[in-house]
């Protein structure tokens, strides 16, 4: 597609459910990247796809949270039992091969947890 | 590690008077260096990225930045601020040299522009 699309761009839940968002890459960009920004803060690195490997998981922030990327297009941040703090805006972005400078990303989901 | 310092959390301008948006960073590589823009309710946009190439970068709509190694800063500025450029900017290093990394982000400037 012509830009990096995520799904849905907002999305309100009670405490305790699960959610699933979802990003559509630039097609043909190997490296896809979620990333998340707490209001007031700047992004917060979570997880690195390169194909449909994950080579870099260190930011997801406790094992609530989970990706997958299939098809080495789309990707999927799920989190499980979901708290409070986690409300916030979840940006997704992919590069051609993890060039730094061509990262494209999307408008992000803003995630409310209530 | 990679790090970047935004100095300021708000700056207010009137409109047509400099802009001045401070950043330090810390790097053991020869920094990749980036500002983003993200205003309201829409996605992020690359302003400037610092290649190597030259230490004063051209971006768009006016902004530019100089990366100084001896003050390990790259601060952004535009002569004449306009209405328009009220958001939110951030300044970004690559956690790796050369043409891989993941992006670090500092903290953000809120940019307000009165009339």
């Known amino acids: 597609g012509a830009g990096v699309s995520q799904s849905p761009s907002n999305k309100v839940t009670e405490k305790g459910k699960d959610v699933e968002l979802r990003c559509d890459p630039i097609?043909?960009?190997?490296?896809l990247y979620w990333y998340r920004q707490r209001l007031g803060q700047g992004l917060e690195f979570l997880i690195y796809?390169?194909?449909?490997?994950?080579?870099?998981k260190s930011g997801l922030p406790s094992d609530r949270f989970s990706a997958e990327r299939t098809g080495e297009s789309v990707s999927t941040l799920t989190i499980q039992r979901t708290q409070q703090e986690d409300s916030a805006v979840y940006l997704c972005a992919s590069s051609l091969d993890r060039d730094p400078y061509g990262y494209t990303f999307g408008s992000g989901t803003r995630l409310t947890v209530v | 590690a990679q790090s970047v310092t935004q100095l300021d959390s708000h700056v207010s301008v009137s409109e047509g008077t400099p802009v001045l948006l401070r950043c330090n960073y810390s790097?053991?590589?020869?920094?990749?260096l980036f500002w983003y823009v993200q205003h309201p309710n829409k996605g992020l946009q690359l302003l400037l990225k610092y290649t190597s190439a030259a230490t004063l970068v051209k971006g768009i709509n006016g902004f530019e930045a100089e990366f100084k190694k001896s003050e390990t800063s790259f601060h952004l500025t535009k002569p004449s601020a306009h209405m328009s450029d009220a958001a939110e900017y951030f300044c970004?290093?690559?956690?790796?040299?050369?043409?891989?990394?993941?992006?670090?982000f500092g903290k953000g400037t809120k940019l307000s522009v009165k009339p």
């Open positions: 790097s053991s590589y020869s920094p990749s």
């Open positions: 970004v290093v690559s956690d790796q040299g050369g043409s891989q990394g993941n992006l670090i």
């Open positions: 796809f390169q194909g449909n490997s994950a080579p870099d």
């Open positions: 097609s043909g960009h190997t490296a």
